[in-house]
């Protein structure tokens, strides 16, 4: 019997676990129990369905005012490899996506020191006039607080502007960990854990859904894992606004922290189900294929995870951190994945609607 049993009969039974369930589940090695119990919820809420997406990513630019040691994409302005896309290269780039069927744009880049808020406004203003029928999932929660400043309005007012121009939902970039002590060492210039949770709070208030994450696998400990999703599902208690919550395995090849190994299938696979566990409101769970691979992606399939993202296209963030997965799936290959699992695929749009 499980040394875990208790927690995993509390989590099957439809309790709500603490933070000593969380910290135990994760000193625990019976990651098959636990994927089991992660499984049987993740089939509760969704089924036998796995579902994803057709979808682009467009990173306008690597130039940030944050150098974080995790991250391998940014760039100081004047530094070899820096680069900001032009907003007629965006706009080309977004309608290409859409002709080749995508519904969703997925847009995110560096905290650039210089660029006026109207560039920002305009590129989601021109996408959403040139393709109306596509999703605009743009700006993590920290570039919302940083367009805030570079505009000098509030955060309410950023976001009322940019939803009017078009933007459709909030991606769930720039979380990490929250733990101030970690944050402290690894990204003590960016926007706090606190900071991240008041602008996603203000999204979801206007109405925007958004999307959640955690960074794991560099010096973050258990409990601050721990603490960190239990921070998401009162956010979510309180609003409702988040879609889905989407672990990240950390990359560490060209950071500043490239002398530390990666994560392991292991530690990918207790992520994955102990936030299934812990996040009892949240409807789906997202293995990003490009972090974690598409092999373990398949797998992580039967622990907890009933969404696989979607075709991507052109994805540089992790790849210029070492990945060597793929920049992009057909729907054939994610559809096969998902079968060759025993899962049925469903194409949806961002907002998790099925598309036929």
């Given at each position: 019997?499980?040394?875990?049993?208790d927690?995993?009969k509390?989590?099957?039974?439809?309790?709500?676990?603490?933070?000593?369930?969380?910290?135990?589940?994760?000193q625990?090695?019976?990651?098959?129990?636990?994927?089991?119990?992660?499984?049987?919820?993740?089939?509760?809420?969704n089924g036998n369905?796995?579902?994803?997406?057709?979808?682009r990513?467009?990173?306008?630019?690597?130039?940030?005012?944050?150098?974080?040691?995790?991250?391998?994409?940014?760039?100081?302005?004047?530094?070899?490899?820096?680069?900001?896309?032009?907003?007629?290269?965006?706009?080309?780039?977004?309608?290409?996506a859409?002709?080749?069927?995508?519904?969703?744009?997925?847009?995110?880049?560096?905290?650039?020191?210089?660029?006026?808020?109207?560039?920002?406004?305009?590129?989601?203003?021109?996408?959403?006039e040139?393709?109306?029928?596509?999703?605009?999932?743009?700006?993590?929660?920290?570039?919302?607080?940083?367009?805030?400043h570079?505009?000098?309005?509030?955060?309410?007012?950023?976001?009322?502007?940019?939803?009017?121009?078009g933007?459709?939902?909030?991606?769930?970039?720039?979380?990490?960990?929250?733990?101030?002590?970690?944050?402290?060492?690894?990204?003590?210039?960016?926007?706090?854990g606190?900071?991240w949770?008041?602008?996603?709070?203000e999204?979801?208030?206007?109405?925007?859904?958004?999307?959640?994450?955690?960074?794991?696998?560099?010096?973050?400990?258990p409990?601050?894992?721990?603490?960190?999703?239990?921070?998401?599902?009162?956010?979510?208690?309180?609003?409702?606004?988040?879609?889905?919550?989407?672990?990240?395995?950390f990359h560490?090849?060209?950071?500043?922290?490239?002398?530390r190994?990666?994560?392991?299938?292991?530690?990918?696979?207790?992520?994955?189900?102990?936030?299934?566990?812990l996040?009892?409101?949240?409807?789906?769970?997202?293995?990003?294929?490009?972090?974690?691979?598409?092999?373990l992606?398949?797998?992580?399939?039967?622990?907890g995870?009933?969404?696989?993202?979607?075709?991507?296209?052109?994805?540089?963030?992790?790849h210029?951190?070492?990945?060597?997965?793929?920049?992009?799936?057909?729907?054939?290959e994610?559809?096969?994945?998902?079968?060759e699992?025993?899962?049925?695929?469903?194409?949806?749009?961002?907002?998790?609607?099925?598309?036929?």
């Amino acid at each position: 019997m499980s040394s875990v049993y208790d927690i995993l009969k509390k989590a099957e039974q439809g309790e709500r676990l603490n933070f000593e369930d969380g910290v135990r589940l994760f000193q625990s090695d019976d990651i098959l129990h636990i994927g089991h119990v992660a499984n049987t919820i993740r089939e509760r809420k969704n089924g036998n369905n796995a579902y994803y997406i057709i979808n682009r990513h467009i990173n306008y630019s690597n130039v940030c005012k944050n150098r974080c040691k995790f991250c391998a994409f940014g760039r100081d302005q004047e530094e070899a490899g820096a680069y900001v896309m032009d907003r007629k290269e965006i706009l080309e780039k977004a309608i290409a996506a859409v002709e080749e069927g995508a519904t969703e744009l997925h847009i995110v880049g560096g905290l650039h020191p210089e660029l006026p808020f109207n560039f920002y406004v305009n590129i989601i203003r021109e996408i959403h006039e040139t393709c109306p029928e596509v999703h605009i999932k743009a700006f993590t929660a920290v570039e919302i607080e940083h367009l805030s400043h570079r505009a000098q309005l509030s955060v309410r007012e950023t976001l009322k502007i940019l939803k009017e121009a078009g933007l459709g939902s909030l991606p769930g970039g720039g979380a990490e960990i929250f733990s101030l002590k970690v944050r402290e060492q690894l990204c003590p210039e960016k926007l706090s854990g606190e900071g991240w949770l008041r602008v996603m709070r203000e999204a979801h208030n206007q109405g925007l859904r958004s999307n959640a994450t955690m960074l794991y696998g560099h010096i973050e400990t258990p409990g601050d894992r721990v603490n960190h999703l239990i921070a998401l599902r009162e956010l979510q208690d309180e609003t409702g606004g988040f879609m889905a919550f989407i672990p990240l395995a950390f990359h560490p090849k060209n950071t500043g922290l490239s002398n530390r190994f990666s994560t392991t299938a292991m530690l990918d696979l207790k992520v994955i189900s102990i936030s299934r566990l812990l996040l009892d409101n949240f409807d789906h769970i997202k293995a990003y294929w490009i972090m974690l691979g598409t092999k373990l992606s398949q797998v992580s399939l039967s622990f907890g995870v009933d969404d696989i993202d979607g075709t991507i296209q052109e994805e540089k963030i992790t790849h210029a951190a070492g990945a060597e997965t793929p920049e992009a799936l057909s729907v054939h290959e994610i559809r096969r994945l998902i079968q060759e699992a025993g899962r049925d695929p469903r194409e949806r749009d961002t907002l998790y609607s099925p598309i036929k």
